[in-house]
């Protein structure tokens, strides 16, 4: 990318250009749930300052990626970001304009249905024909044999149950779309930094093996990955940790150099804080071991590292040292796991507790008496006890709770099949007669549980590429 923004081919076997001009990379998405419209301000705040900057959207967690592998089943079209066109149509005119990339993982399990769909989406902003580089080789149901992909998985997992099977790629892929001219590029499944680092290989001309570079990089990006979380959004406790306009808190921005120095800041004239505070959580986040983060790219040294507060709102992070590179890649494997049954009722006024209280008992003991009883199952008092309680009830049993008038029995139980399901709900809407007295409120929902495991797949497996569409 050249000064101002505008992209240029790159070879992919580059030099590192130490004199560089300093690379901004925005976030405009920290999850699939995220504000549509937290973009604009990062992209204004790009093309205000002017040189080399790039967009990116972090829209896919592990139980998202199931979850559109099932939408895909039913609609082969169908399995990416399903609000993607509400994420970028705000932003993509400015970004071609000015030359600012976007990356996202909104590809999710159809990367090349999110291609279609940005064309689409540029056909009707106007915008012409767009370079939109796909990331494939992540799938491993479709990459793997049933023999290769069988050897792999969890011990007693039931390769007829999977839903999903993903492996976290690297940036490489990324890197080498923007080297070819991508104005976008979509991915489905690669660990969340790569989406930053991936920008700034194909920018500064790092080698793979140049470990600081990259530990750098990955971390610029996992400060980047969780959104308006490093700008006071998570951070934000009242009285204790209190955050300006957070109704309006921005999303952050790194200014990356050449040389792995980093500073972290946010969208201008946005809410929020960016401070030493806030970037200390955000880098400590998700981290088992400060001095070996692992990724497809690197394994990340922050035990050294140093976080200076420059400025309002700006935060440089120096110090990050990497090693080499694990020997495989994490792979997250989703599967059937029987369905979820979710009721609720509410009881008000004198003994109101009580009541709830009793309902649960009644509950417990209708579902122990099924023909094929219903025991994994976990009794919430919403109003008394819900966060601190535990699937096993063991909390409640010995908790002295308050004496509050206002209660919302919640009953959630998992089973194998729906008709179980059922049967717990039913049971809880039974309690509008049967008693105890005064129960209103009824609300249900079942639906299919996925559940998921991990494995290590080894890199020669593994056949990552990008292709522009």
Known sequence: MMPGGKLRAMPSSSSP??????LRIGCGAGFSGDRWDAAVPVVRTLIECGGPAVLMFETLAERTLALAQLQRRANPAAGYEPTLERFVAPVLRDCVAHGIPIVGNFGAANPRGAADCLHRL?????????????????????????????????????????????????????????????????????????LALGPMLAHFGWAMDDWDALAAGTMAGHILECGAQVCGGYFADPGLKDVPDLAHV???????????????????????????????????????????????????????????????????????????????????????????????????GLNALARARLAADVVRVRLQELPTPVTDARYDFIGAVSVFGDDAGHWLAGASLPDTQDVRLR?????????????????????????????????????PRLASDSCLVPRDLVHEHGSLL
Not at 272 to 291: C, N, S
Request: glycine fraction near 10%.
């Open 122 to 194: 540029a056909a009707t902003l106007g915008l012409g024909p767009l370079r939109i580089g796909v990331v494939e080789g992540d799938d491993l149901l479709t990459t793997l044999s049933a023999p290769a992909l069988a050897g792999l998985l969890p011990a007693g997992l039931d390769r007829a149950a999977l839903v999903s099977a993903n492996v976290y790629l690297g940036a490489s892929a990324i890197a080498q779309c923007l080297r070819e001219g991508a104005q976008i590029v979509v991915t489905g499944r690669v660990a969340d930094p790569a």
């Open 17 to 22: 250009n130490p004199d560089a001009p300093v």
């Open 411 to 447: 009953v959630a139980a998992r089973t194998a099949t729906r008709a179980q399901a059922e049967a717990v709900t039913r049971e809880v809407l039974a309690l509008y007669t049967c008693g105890p007295a005064a129960g209103g409120g009824v609300r249900s929902q079942i639906t």
């Open 250 to 348: 921005g999303f952050p921005i790194v200014e990356m150099q050449a040389d792995g120095g980093f500073t972290v800041t946010k969208a201008a004239r946005t809410g929020g804080r960016v401070d030493a505070r806030t970037v200390k959580e955000q880098l400590l986040y998700e981290i088992h071991d400060p001095a070996a983060y692992l990724t497809p790219d690197v394994v990340a040294d922050i035990s050294e590292a140093t976080v200076t507060e420059t400025g309002p709102d700006r935060v440089r992070i120096d110090g990050v040292r990497g090693h080499p590179r694990p020997d495989t890649l994490k792979a997250t494997v989703c599967f059937e796991g029987g369905w979820l049954a979710e009721a609720e009722i509410s009881y008000a």
